[in-house]
């Protein structure tokens, strides 16, 4: 299952009514399959422009963002519910690339770059390749080439 990101912000309201709403996504999500790995807020914050949504104009909203893994079945559902519901201002569904872990090791970091790892395997590759450029032949039979200035 692939990694979503489901950002939403909420229009301004009293906190039962804005825990109600974070619920019913959440359950949303479960109910599609999904797994939720994540919940962030960003909090109130002002909306970069006013924005106009059933008659109503909104200049603030709270932002929050679930990060979920769910089949990609489940996408359009999902996105669709959310749009639909009247609490939210905006919805998107952004899918996450998996992190791939890395090691680090301080004492590779400090070595000089020749005895790096991957500077003698860059070394390795750049010796390995022969030159494409071909070097001018001169067919003239002179020592010199006369067009030089």
Known sequence: MP????????RPMLKDELVNSLKRTGMLVLENGGLIRKVSSLGELPL?????????????GTYFFYEYDAPV???????????????????YVNPLK?????????????????????????VEVASTKTSKIQLFK??????YYPFHK
């Not at 970069?48 to 603030?60: C, G, H, Y």
């Not at 998996?98 to 860059?122: D, G, T």
């Open 73 to 91: 079945a489940s996408y359009d559902a999902i996105l669709d519910t959310c749009r639909r519901d009247f609490d939210f201002i905006r919805s």
């Open 98 to 122: 998996a992190i791939k872990p890395f090691e680090c090791s301080l004492a590779e970091e400090l070595l000089s770059p020749p005895y790096r790892k991957e500077v003698q395997k860059m």
């Open 3 to 10: 990694l979503y990101e489901l950002a939403l912000i909420v």
């Open 138 to 143: 001169q067919r003239s039979g002179m020592d």
């Open 48 to 60: 970069p422009r006013i924005l106009k949504i059933q008659e109503q104009k909104f200049t603030s």
